[in-house]
C-alpha cells in the first residue's frame, strides 16, 4: 500500500510568488534609502538621482520576472517558456537602451548607479530563491487540476 502523493495546488504557487513580490518591495524601499543616502554622501543630489533610477531598474529587471512566471504557473510548458524568454529579451532590451541613453547624460553618477542595481538584481535573485525554496510545497507530488489558475 503506497502513500498518496501530496497534492500541488495552484495556489500555494502562486503563494511563493506573492512572497517573493513582496520580498523585492522590502528589498527595492531599502535599496532607496540606503542607495539615496549613499548617492548623496558620494555625489549629492546627482547621486540621489543616480541611485533612484538604479532603484526603478531594479524594480523592472528583476519584477518582470517574477510576474512572468506567475502569470504563467500552471498553464502549458511552451506558452510558460515562451512568455518568460520574451519578457528577459524585452528587459534586457529596455535595460541596455536606457543604459546606453544615460552613459551619455551627464548629470548620471555611474558608480552609484551601477551599485544600487547590482545590490538590487543579485538580492532581488537570492529573495527569489528564498521565497521559493520557503514555500509549503511538496518538491514531488501530483497537480491538482481541480483548481483553476487565477486570471
Do not use: C, N
Not at 495552484?10 to 535599496?31: E, I, N, S, T
Not at 500552471?74 to 552613459?103: E, N, R, Y
Amino acid at each position: 500500500m503506497t502513500a498518496a502523493k501530496p497534492s500541488i495546488t495552484p495556489d500555494a504557487a502562486q503563494d511563493a510568488f506573492r512572497r517573493a513580490l513582496r520580498f523585492l518591495l522590502w528589498l527595492v524601499g531599502g535599496l532607496a534609502v540606503v542607495g539615496g543616502v549613499a548617492g548623496l554622501l558620494v555625489d549629492g543630489w546627482t547621486g540621489v538621482a543616480s541611485a533612484a533610477v538604479g532603484v526603478v531598474l531594479t524594480l523592472f529587471f528583476s519584477g518582470t520576472t517574477v510576474v512572468s512566471v506567475q502569470r504563467t504557473a500552471g498553464k502549458d510548458p511552451a506558452q510558460m517558456v515562451m512568455v518568460i524568454m520574451g519578457a528577459w529579451v524585452v528587459k534586457m532590451l529596455v535595460v541596455f537602451v536606457v543604459l546606453a541613453v544615460l552613459s551619455r547624460m551627464g548629470w548620471v553618477q555611474p558608480m552609484v548607479l551601477g551599485l544600487v542595481l547590482a545590490v538590487g538584481v543579485v538580492g532581488s535573485a537570492l529573495l527569489d530563491y528564498r521565497a521559493v525554496a520557503g514555500a509549503r510545497m511538496p518538491y514531488v507530488g501530483q497537480w491538482d487540476e481541480s483548481h483553476t489558475p487565477p486570471g
